[in-house]
């Protein structure tokens, strides 16, 4: 397994206009409903969508502490990620790798990942939404639900949520993702949402427009570059909330292959 830190490029003047999915602001508490077999989810809000400037982040050399989100050089030994046992037994090996080497942590535990596909049969799409995956209040929920009495000590230091994205079979030009500085969001414009599953309630954030936002994005992800994207951090001196989004890339070649990736999601845990 090959890892290293990404040598970023000379910057480039690449600015793309596009359209990202916003949550409208409302008196209601938001709510998102899914199923697992689905790829519709039930909505009770409105989500708007507004033009934003997305910038090119090669040359922004961006971290998970300053920006939120990063970009690493990893050439996988997995073969096929739409292997289940393929993608659980070498892929989180690696997602955890990943992330220790970028962040430090003593501890990562990888305890899921989700293929997704921009496919009309696909049960999970691409997430058009702009949102944060967890919360102030859900991410040390979550580590509770995930490692049970272990939990207690363990939130006594610093821990993070941090997903690890990369595309698979093909580079992501189709659908890339957009990633918020969390540096530029106001906590105004997080709005805490409900997210129900069959089998699970959970909370995150969903995301107000605010034109004071930056937002970039990686173009033409390579397959042996991975994204990490901090989703929560116990620390609060730091960036701790990423807001992202995939978006209709207007730069995208005809013809493009439709997007396809994977997201392993990983808890990293410092001493």
């Known amino acids: ?7 970023p490029p000379k910057p480039r003047e690449s600015l793309v206009r596009a359209s990202v999915l916003f949550l409208e602001p409302s008196a209601r508490r938001p709510r998102l409903g899914f199923t697992y077999d689905a790829a519709a989810a039930e909505v009770s809000e409105i989500y708007a969508p507004h033009p934003i400037l997305i910038r090119d982040a090669r040359g922004a050399d961006a971290t998970l502490d300053e920006e939120g989100f990063t970009l690493r050089r990893h050439v996988s030994a997995v073969a096929d990620f739409t292997d289940e046992r393929e993608a659980a037994a070498f892929g989180r090996n690696e997602a955890a790798h990943l992330v220790a080497h970028a962040t430090g942590a003593s501890r990562v535990h990888v305890f899921d990942h989700t293929v997704r596909r921009r496919a009309p049969d696909a049960a999970r799409q691409p997430s058009t939404r702009a949102h944060v ?8 929920q979550r580590l509770r639900e995930l490692l049970g009495p272990e939990a207690e000590d363990l939130a006594k230091r610093r821990f993070a949520f941090i997903n690890v994205w990369r595309p698979i079979r093909h580079p992501a030009q189709d659908w890339p993702l957009a990633l918020c500085d969390a540096r530029s969001v106001d906590p105004a414009d997080l709005v805490a949402t409900d997210i129900v599953y069959p089998d699970r309630h ?3 954030y969903g995301l107000l427009h605010n034109p004071q936002q930056l937002w970039f994005y990686y173009p033409d992800m390579q397959l042996d570059e991975a994204l990490l994207i901090k989703c929560y951090d116990s620390r609060e001196d730091i960036a ?4 992202h989004t ?7 070649p005809p013809g493009a292959p439709p997007r396809e990736s994977i997201e392993f999601r990983t808890i990293a845990f410092f001493d």
């Open 133 to 140: 995956d967890y919360t102030a209040a859900s991410g040390p």
């Open 202 to 204: 959970g909370e995150i």
């Open 240 to 243: 701790r909330f990423a807001p």
């Open 1 to 7: 397994m090959t890892l290293e830190v990404l040598s």
């Open 246 to 252: 995939a978006f209709a890339n207007p730069l995208t």
